[in-house]
């Protein structure tokens, strides 16, 4: 189980909460791209790299469906991505998890 920020992810059962203990409900692959943020926190992911880490090949070229993904896992975290505080948008270079995340019992 990892926290970060107000959230909480079991990894095992692939539940996700909010501070209340209120369930979030995730698709896989809203799971599979949380999981590449909660690994690699603090840093820079390309677009071309989550695609790879998420869906196991490379991304065709101008594939821009990550970008909706991300906006996807941003709306389940309650966030818009004009002002996003924990998936932001780093110009020209991808995403980055701005959260801390910690390892929870």
Known sequence: MVRFGAWQLDRTTR???DERGVLVALSGA???L????LERPATVITRDDLYTLTR???APPLDRSIDVHVCRLRQRLGEDAQHSQLIRT???A???LTARVDAVG
């Open 90 to 92: 780093v110009r020209g």
């Open 15 to 17: 539940e996700l909460t």
């Open 30 to 32: 809203d799971f599979q």
């Open 56 to 58: 196991g090949r490379d």
């Open 94 to 96: 991808g995403y980055v």
């Open 34 to 37: 949380l999981q590449v943020f």
